[in-house]
């Protein structure tokens, strides 16, 4: 498939905006974070790995979205709930923040023996958190709330941990946050060879357009054989039932290309875990480059839908 050229994604010319010398402790490297407005700051929830492996995350903040000066120490965890310590024995990863109903809902990846599940904490302030427990079985991963409720219902995006034919998006609703159900897969990875041949998933919260929901996604293929390649991609749902797929680029709207996204940690990532919306419609999609620094690509509603309808 040939496309005319159109840049969906600008890349900030500062990139990256934060690197493992920005934190306040020695560490591997920044991961997919999550990315909030809260009153006149941007709040990035960054995923950061010290050199003995150990997780944490750690709010950074700005008043431009670009300039970021990161807290001095990581938000507190309920360590010694016997609960939480068993099943994020390993690693938390991938936290995504929500705005919703007045409070910051925050949805992360938690790896034990067992595999990995679905936690999730909750904050008024970015000062003090509740945690929530878990919010899924074994073996689910990639959790994204929207932003509201969906007929009287929590709606989230999540996918499987699976390599295979189960890598697929899939959509779930709640009425308490708790207990999840009525669960329909929404996209399927394609099955052609292309860009999303490998797994789909959801990547930043869901943006409310006039047209629908709209997703900014990740998906994955190989290259030679187990070698991961990473991209963004765009998706537009159903504003009624969201497990209806309206629209779906059928080309990446951004790639790995930079050094900073080809080289680190795991080569070849470009992965999203958060955007903000400003009013004039510009969008800043907060993603990480090689699992190592973090980095911001800009874009606007209108260019996103163009890629889901259009492109």
């Not at 905006?17 to 990315?35: H, K, Q, R, W």
């Not at 750690?58 to 008043?63: C, L, N, P, Q, Y």
């Amino acid at each position: 498939m040939f496309l005319p050229k159109k840049e969906i994604v600008r890349r900030y010319e500062g990139n990256p905006i934060l690197t493992a010398d920005d934190m306040p402790f020695e560490c591997s490297g920044v991961y997919n974070s999550g990315a909030v407005k809260f009153g006149d700051k941007y709040l990035m929830m960054l995923r950061v790995e010290s050199i003995d492996i150990t997780c944490c995350f750690i709010v950074a903040e700005s008043a431009d979205g670009y300039n970021f000066t990161v807290r001095d120490k990581p938000i507190p965890m309920p360590v010694g709930d016997p609960e939480f310590d068993e099943y994020t024995s390993h690693l938390i990863y991938d936290p995504r923040v929500t705005p919703l109903e007045g409070r910051y809902y925050l949805n992360f990846a938690c790896h034990s023996d067992h595999g990995v599940r679905v936690g999730q904490m909750v904050t008024d302030d970015f000062e003090t958190y509740e945690w929530m427990g878990f919010a899924s079985e074994i073996d689910n991963r990639n959790a994204v709330l929207f932003p509201e409720k969906v007929n009287g219902l929590y709606a989230r995006l999540d996918r499987p941990l699976a390599q295979d034919d189960r890598a697929n998006m899939w959509i779930s609703y709640s009425p308490d946050m708790v207990f999840w159900g009525k669960s329909r897969c929404v996209a399927k990875r394609a099955d052609n060879g292309n860009w999303q041949w490998q797994k789909i998933g959801a990547g930043a919260v869901p943006i409310k357009t006039k047209k629908g929901w709209l997703c900014i996604t990740h998906a994955v293929h190989t290259m030679a054989r187990y070698n991961y390649v990473y991209h963004l991609g765009a998706m537009l749902l159903d504003p009624a039932d969201p497990s209806v797929v309206i629209a779906r680029s059928r080309a990446p709207i951004l790639s790995p290309r930079e050094l900073y996204e080809r080289v680190g940690l795991t080569a070849n990532v470009v992965f999203t875990s958060g955007a903000i919306v400003e009013p004039d419609g510009e969008v800043k999609i907060y993603y990480g480059g090689a699992d190592t620094v973090q980095c911001v690509g800009l874009s606007t509603i209108d260019d996103l839908l163009h890629a889901c309808l259009q492109r």
